[in-house]
């Protein structure tokens, strides 16, 4: 909504009248009070966990200050608000009235889809783990649990809005008090870590651009070259090199303006349904958004404007300086490289591959580099192994075809680099995406603290802990605290939150985080460990000072080091408990980690608590729970993941079929020639089917030996930290072989057929 700041109480609630200075401040605007209690659902056939509910009290029904997505009734209306999940599961419409527990009964005035202001499971078992939070009077709420004059935390707005003068005045004014404002920060680090699939939409988006520019380069290099005796006859009647280039520009540019503006609608249809695809694969929940299309589609229009001008930059200096006298002569245009550039680029591309081997994800992408400079060689070496197959398959025209290949090395080596590049990503991209459940469930319980997490409304108390450790099945129970939304700045200004945990012994020691760089130096500020994409996020390093405004206010910490944790996706921090009441101003523990005999015991454990300390109970979390919710996302993803690198592999498909139409048309009378001596049409189409396949099926070999070593680099690289294993993804290499090979022959038949419908007269008095 539209608030700046709230306030909140280091022992849950707090009185309401204690914030009567703060509405007479002059640049208060308006605010809403808010309570959350625990109480339960009175449904048939549920269990108590089941029909565990969360409250949220608040005082003003409409507000602007929070919105809630109607599904159907009127959310300004004060009465009982619930999600469209906790109304199917408890089988209720709009109007009827639902009863809870040792409270009372209200009526539903408007059902909600579910959001981050209220969200409930959505089945039974689910239930089980997840309680459903509904909304209510704040009066109604008090009343209920007699908590009158209570409230959990205020959001207000401000005339001004967020000012470093005004926040440091509130936090002067409760300083020393159980009470502490914040900023609100919009920062759901904590909740995803996107990071990683951005960057995998961002190497496929690359990928595609750079294949589409070699295919354009292709293109426009082999109709450039086509075209040499017209430039030099515009040249000999007066055309200079500049006039012949603004030429050639002029036709690029007419290309990549058709280009362009086809393919924006169809980009902004696609990133729509991309868009749909993307939040079913990963989100447990309906979720509103907006697409966000106004940068795609001026990335986009850039690159399909200027890009084809890049793509196209050497063969237009060919075009330009053509020399007349070679051109008007018909001397052969294509020249291989000599011995002594081969001899560089091989040395080049050894030396990329051995900075590839380096463990460094920009040293990764010299891997791909040295696979282009090194392709005709491990081209030359498959041609030669496969050679008798094809003469086998193919006859003659396999003879032919072999000879065809070499005749264009250079553009069909680069051509089946590109798809070899793709083939490999998409081994890749599979077997991190199989893979990553087990090193992410892994990962989840070793750092996980335990096998479950209770939260309280209250502080434990220690003759509580010795209750639970006592009941069956527990193995151990141990308090620590969880304080929420500390805000903070990045180096560069950016406002940030996250939560501050607390953790008890050696940091060594523990069972919540693994330290993985530590600073001997110490310092007189109170220390604490980042853990690693907040510490990536502040910008700072290890050893250095961060500010966090806790409930004790602004306060200096000394960051001791770096930890890996699976709480809250790495984005946290985490301090020693003696710092909780002299640093942080957090006096009591909230949360209880539990660690089980047998984790088959959870159930039974979770049963105990609900009845036994169910009316206080905020949260119940396990480590099964958390880690079969990160492995849902994973698994819900790999289906699109494989279509987006099957795209990439057509998008070769389609570079192999211009390159061999290119070819084509360079050998018209060569292939007259041929059919002149005898050579009948079906053997023409084999031999450019024949060449397809080689091209295709030396980029589908190569490229799998290249992604199985990049799944082997990965499985061993530090930064990998133990979450890939080394696996080969046997469904996606069959996947990527076969269409690799169908996507060569079908880009093949298109060249193929034209090449055979030439007429031999034609062909031969071609020029």
Known sequence: GSADYWIESNNHTFKENRLDWLQDREEFKKGISTLLKQGFVEIDGLSKAQSSVRFSGVSSFDNGLFELPVKEGDVTKEGLIITENAASLWNKELGDDITFSDMGTLKITAIVHEGSMLSSPQTLEEANYVHSRVMVPLDVLQEWSGLDGRISGYRFETAEGQSDEIFAAYQEELAASDMFVQQVVIDDRQNNDLEGLYWTFDIIAILSVLISGFIAFNMIYANIMERRKEFAVMKSLGYTNGGVYRLVLQEIGLLAIIGTVIALPLGVAFGGYFQELLMGAIATQNITYELEILSPIITAAVIGLIFPFAAAAFPVYQAGKTPVLEAMSNQSAVRQRNRKTNIFRVVFGVVFTGIGLIDDVIAF???????????????????????????????????????????????NGNTSAMLAIGVSLALFMSAALESLPDGMEDDIRSTFGGDMIVQKETPWQEEEVEDIKASDGTENAQRFADIPSITWETNDGDAREFSIMSFSGH?????????????????????????????????????????????????????????????????????????LASSLNWPEPFQLAISLDNEANSFQLQNYLWENYGDEISSISTASQNAEASVSALEGMNELMQGLLLLIIALSAIGISNTLLMNTIERTKELGVMRAIGFTKSQIKRMILAEGLIIGLTGVIVGTAYGILVIYLNSQSEMAQDLLRFSVPWVSLILAISSGILFSLAASWLPSAAASRVKVKDAISYD
């Open 365 to 411: 992408l010299f891997l791909f580099l040295g696979l282009v400079l090194l392709y005709p060689v491990f081209m030359n070496g498959l041609q030669k192994l496969v050679s008798p197959l094809f003469k086998l398959l193919f006859l003659y025209p396999g003879e032919q075809a072999l000879r065809s290949v070499k005749q264009f090395k250079n553009r």
């Open 507 to 579: 940091a060594h020691e523990q069972d919540i985080f693994r330290v993985t760089e530590e600073t001997d130096k110490s310092d007189t500020l109170p220390g604490l460990y980042l853990g690693e994409r907040a510490l990536n996020e502040w910008g700072g390093e290890v050893g250095e000072v961060i500010t966090l405004n806790t409930p004790a206010g602004a306060s200096d910490f000394y960051v001791k080091g770096t930890v890996q944790t699976a709480h809250y996706t790495g984005y946290a921090a985490f301090a020693e408990d003696a710092m």
